[in-house]
């Protein structure tokens, strides 16, 4: 069993705008959403207000986008994901079609 701590990690953030990224994200879980044809991070807000942990590097809690290859039951199994613009602002660009 894997903990919150063994997740994997948002390696990078490209979308600037949203509040939980501060030099990276901050958010102590995304979820990867399934929007058309986007894999989108359900997480983002955009806020001027910084949210989340300073200290903790976000990682991937839950992910929608079943037919992605590092999808197994709704977990991300990706050593690291990126997010950035893609279809939307902030799309997990690490996704694969299985």
């Not at 997480?43 to 590097?57: L, M």
């Not at 929608?64 to 199994?77: D, F």
Request: hydrophobic share 40%.
């Amino acid at each position: 069993m894997r903990t919150l701590l063994q997740m994997p990690a948002v390696r990078e953030c490209a979308a600037t705008a949203c509040s939980f990224n501060d030099k990276g994200c901050h958010a102590p879980a995304v979820t990867v959403a399934s929007a058309g044809d986007a894999a989108s991070c359900a997480t983002f807000v955009e806020s001027s207000v910084r949210g989340g942990i300073a200290d903790v590097t976000g990682t991937v809690g839950a992910c929608a986008r079943t037919q992605c290859v590092h999808n197994t039951n709704l977990a991300c199994t990706a050593e690291s994901v990126t997010i950035g613009p893609g279809a939307t602002v902030s799309d997990c660009l690490t996704y694969q079609p299985a």
